[in-house]
């Protein structure tokens, strides 16, 4: 990204370095957040940037809240703040620590698998965790013939397609409003419009449209695939800033949003001009903690889910003649 910045980021990247702020941003930040972080990335790739923060005094996590979270368990006290505390996931309010430990009681032995996108509360009584990038790694390093799987019924059904674990949902209620916009008619429309182009679906996207992308997976598994792929031209059904994304830092290939108004309202809550405050005040109120007695737990699962790989190198994808 190379647009000259203004003078309200001018103002932010001269405190970032005042204050040796590590600026974090997920992947659906607008592009002016994404322009000041030090690094910008999917979950996985965030929470173990999290837990490198050697040699900074401050974490500034742009991201909802369950994500500025996972980075204050991880980052070996340094203190994370979050731009807008309100920043709240709506898929993670589907399952909390009283629903898991109900199927665990109908579901004995079964070992639960938790998405990142969950409480504190939620993940202290999980057994591991995953991103998307991580999930059908991280359920089949298990070794179990079956799990429990959530909040996300979209992303249970990509990784029980991809494994041969029987994978119960902890709710089948379970999605993003974001991602549960995509429609599959609207990319095959897109694909015929677009014929050269290579469509790629995240996983909390229906299992329909699933069928209908070239690639499934996480935001990571998207960034690799447009700069390693020979393709010019994407299809992404993902939210817009990704989109965004991808279109400024690759001007030489064509991004093609799968629906341009797939807009997390939650992540766009983020401002830089909360970054600039809490630069120069440190606010106590963005100041971001979890409960010390299950910060241990969702530490011991968290760096588990760090060790493993992630979902790889982007796929290749042959070239059309
Ligand atoms: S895009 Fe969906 S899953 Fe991600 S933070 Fe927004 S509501 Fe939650």
Redesign the pocket.
């Known amino acids: 990204m190379t647009s000259e910045m203004t003078d309200l980021q001018k103002r932010i990247m001269k405190l970032k370095n005042e204050r040796k702020a590590l600026i974090l941003a997920h992947n659906?930040q607008t592009l002016d957040i994404q322009e000041i972080a030090d690094f910008v990335g999917d979950s996985l790739q965030l929470a173990r940037k999290s837990a490198e923060g050697n040699g900074f005094d401050i974490i500034i996590f742009a991201?909802?809240r369950f994500m500025a979270e996972m980075a204050a368990v991880l980052a070996n006290e340094i203190p994370v703040y979050i731009p807008a505390p309100a920043a709240l996931?709506?898929?993670?309010a589907y399952v909390n620590a009283e629903t898991i430990r109900k199927v665990r009681r109908e579901h004995p032995g079964v070992p639960v698998v938790i998405y990142v996108?969950t409480t504190a509360d939620a993940k202290s009584e999980a057994d591991y965790i995953c991103t998307s990038g991580s999930a059908v790694e991280v359920v089949e390093s298990i070794g179990a013939d079956k799990v429990l799987f959530g909040p996300?019924a979209n992303l249970a059904e990509y990784v029980r397609r991809r494994t041969k674990v029987e994978v119960i949902d902890i709710t089948s209620k379970g999605h993003?409003?974001?991602?549960q916009q995509f429609d599959e008619a609207q990319i095959l429309l897109l694909k015929e419009e677009h014929p050269n182009a290579i469509a790629i679906a995240h996983p909390?996207c229906p299992p329909d449209v699933q069928d209908v992308a070239d690639i499934v997976g996480s935001t990571g598994m998207m960034a690799r695939t447009v700069v390693q792929s020979p393709h010019k031209k994407f299809i992404i059904a993902t939210?817009l800033g990704m989109v965004q994304q991808l279109q400024a830092c690759h001007p030489e290939k064509t991004i093609i949003p799968a629906y341009d108004h797939a807009v997390?309202r939650?992540?766009k809550k983020n401002k830089l001009e909360q970054i600039l405050e809490i630069l120069e005040n440190l606010p106590e109120a963005n100041l971001v903690s979890v409960p010390k007695d299950k910060e241990e737990h969702i530490r011991t699962i968290l760096e588990q889910m760090n060790r493993v790989k992630g979902q790889g190198p982007a796929v290749p994808v042959p070239v059309e003649s």
Do not use: K, R, S
């Open positions: 659906y991201g909802v996931c709506p898929l993670a996108n996300d993003c409003y974001v991602h909390e939210e997390c939650q992540m």
